[in-house]
């Protein structure tokens, strides 16, 4: 195959250069080890900064994020729900820090302001009455999932190609000069060569391996971080601790669940990070804090997610006081390796700001003029698609004959209907579980899967999307991919429900046998 430009990584930032380039009508593939989203851009708290979190200590992120914030509210409005958010300090919390964040915000033009602690409590009743001072921002909350694949389907529209389950295996250059790259299909062994002008590193936590391929050097650090799914919407409004930037201090509503997050620890583990016990312990504990009714609400879910971080420097614990501004290497200028580009750092809100200015250095090297669009372009997503607004979705199923066809839910929880499913798997040729899970919700809700996800599997087998006789291992896969959420919270309420599950798989399906 042959292309102007390779990108390499599925998650937000691979998705916003590939969607760019394509913009710019600049030809582009992209390659994803595994699926889109199956990275760190899919393991997040779905949080669109204002970039009041790092005001005070880390100003450039801080007036980036402020920025995009903007944008993608214009731009990406139906995969955003606009909860606004406090920042709401504690009596143990520093009694300066408000003040100091106020003078921040506006030095940067960043609209917060205070209100009283009773307005605050009026909206949000489910607060801890301790609560001193309160400031508003305009955060809010983001999916993750659908920002991104509609910012691949549009490149793909326009003409760009994703390959996922493609590792890249060696990048080939000449003279110091790009020239190719060679990949793998994982899941055929099949050796996948493209000859290109351009690569762009946009892999994550992966990144510094693929630079080393290329023969250039990039030093990240990885500090994971865990989250936790409740199953109620117990605030509307993202809720920040007015303090230095901390464990357990965002909780961010998501259509009707929580997610509290997030702990911050250096690591090594980057293929399959886990939630630990103590990590679990603190956020609640946390949580509890500055929202009494997480003590009493069921968790359904814990996960962790590892963030490439730039400019570490020897002998650092801590690693929130590395900046979470972003970097974009050209190679060519810093270990001689022309064509070749690394993006890493950032924030998921800052995606698209990281993209512009890749493709910015990609069309100045190829000696081109041709301007960004992406900041004014809205992305495409299906008309009937509004963001989790599961009361939206329940009327239109009661009320509106077009709307519902059959009528036939196969995902309760979430009211995902049969015929929403089945538009999203014939756009793909191969859906899995997780991909039909991201693109329609199917599965997300209390009962993480354990219901509808056998309905899910016959569904993609009638269709003759999946392999015939392969329908139970690609069940039992996704269940054991399920567990590791559960595992970590399995108490009280969450337990019962497992046990449920656990005799549902092993009485009718004989899956302990399997």
Known sequence: MQTEVVVIGGGATGAGVLRDLALRGIDAVLLEKDELTSGTSGRNHGLLHSGARYAVNDPDPARECLAENFILKKIASPCIEQTGGFF????????NYPDDLLRACESLGLPAEEIPVAEVLQKEPALSPKILRALSVPDASIDPFRLIRSNVEEAERLGAKIFPYRKVVAILADGGRIHGLRAIDLRTGEDFQITCRFIVNAAGVWAGRIARLAGASL?????????????QRLV???????RPPSNGDILVPHGPALIIGTTSQTTAEIEDPSPEEEEVDLLFSEGEKILPDVEFTRAIRAYAGVRPLMGAREGDEDNRKISRDFLLLNHGEADRVKGFFSIVGGKLTTYRLMAERTVDVIVKE???????????????????????????????????????????????????????????????????????QERTRAGMGPCQGGFCSPRLTALLSEVGKIPPGTSLSILKRFLEERWKGTRPVLWGPQLKEEQLIQALYTELFNLDHF
Do not use: W
């Not at 030093?219 to 199953?231: A, P, R």
């Not at 509307?236 to 007015?242: D, K, L, Q, T, Y």
């Open 88 to 95: 709401l300090s504690l009596p143990h919390d520093p009694p």
């Open 219 to 231: 030093e990240i650090t990885f500090s994971k971080g865990t989250l936790i799914v409740l199953n």
């Open 236 to 242: 509307n409004s993202v809720i920040n601790r007015c």
């Open 366 to 436: 190829m000696g081109r003029k041709i301007s960004c669009t992406t900041a004014e372009k809205t992305l495409p997503f299906p008309a009937e698609y509004a963001f989790h607004d599961l009361g939206s979705k329940l009327r239109k199923i009661g009320g509106e004959k077009s709307y519902h066809g059959t009528g036939e839910i196969l995902c309760e929880c979430e009211l995902v209907l049969r015929e929403e499913i089945s538009r999203e798997i014939q756009k793909l040729p191969y859906p899995s579980l997780k991909e039909v």
